[in-house]
């Protein structure tokens, strides 16, 4: 069974800085996907970027981006030019590609709080 | 932009009865799961749904619990007794290709057992 690791429960940045959360995970597969997920207090899940373990090259959504390491088994979100709009929970999920409809894997997530 | 919706958005219930919540999927999406966040903590899966059957399901997803599809279009969780630590946010999410593996979520029930 896969398990995602997100070692940071709160960050605090300011408006217009750079962060980057980090997640780790951990899984036996070699085809599988990375998601991060954004949670605003509206408590609704909304997909920030994706990233297919078989592609080397990081994807990018406008001011979000990923450094995925698959040998080490890590899947960080870098937010540039934060917004205040970013303050939210952010969680780090995992999902195998093999075939079967398997759930999503979640990390604890991290609540990002951007400050004016 | 079609969406997932869920209905209610906030139930509140006696422990020991008996709730069903509801979700309408985005049309095209072939496959849906239940998935559940009690309040300060990860969002955990529940159960996954294929082709009018369950296609996985989680150690949570218990006798108690139940889901169906009974119109095509309703996609019900149905919790037969409710227990105190059945509080919390539910969300039904659906996927159209399963290669895809992009889930999107609708806005949640919160579940209060009483």
């Known amino acids: 069974a896969q398990t995602v690791t997100q070692s940071q429960p709160e960050m605090s940045v300011q408006e217009a800085e750079t962060v980057t959360l980090s997640c780790t995970y951990d899984t036996s597969e070699s085809n599988y996907y990375l998601f991060w997920y954004k949670q605003p207090p509206s408590r609704q899940m909304i997909l920030v970027i994706r990233q297919e373990a078989y592609k080397q090259q990081n994807a990018t959504e406008n001011r979000f981006s990923v450094n995925f390491q698959k040998a080490a088994k890590s899947f960080s979100l870098k937010i540039s030019d934060s917004q205040l709009g970013d303050t939210a929970m952010y969680f780090c999920?995992?999902?195998?590609?093999?075939?079967?409809?398997?759930?999503?894997?979640f990390g604890k997530g991290t609540h990002l709080i951007i400050q004016p | 932009e079609p969406e997932v919706t869920q209905t209610p958005s906030h139930q509140v219930t006696q422990m020991g009865q008996e709730v069903i919540l509801r979700c309408v999927p985005i049309s095209n999406h072939l496959y849906f799961y239940w998935y559940r966040q009690i309040l300060g903590q990860k969002v955990e899966f529940l159960v996954s749904?294929?082709?009018?059957?369950?296609?996985?399901k989680s150690e949570i997803f218990d006798d108690q619990f139940s889901v169906e599809r009974p119109d095509g279009s309703n996609f019900t969780l149905k919790i037969r007794s409710t227990k105190l630590e059945d509080s919390a946010m539910y969300f039904c999410a659906g996927d159209a290709l399963l290669v895809n593996n992009e889930q999107f979520f609708g806005p949640g029930t919160r579940l209060t057992v009483l």
């Open positions: 749904f294929y082709n009018n059957e369950i296609s996985e």
């Open positions: 999920a995992f999902a195998y590609s093999g075939g079967g409809a398997d759930g999503l894997t």
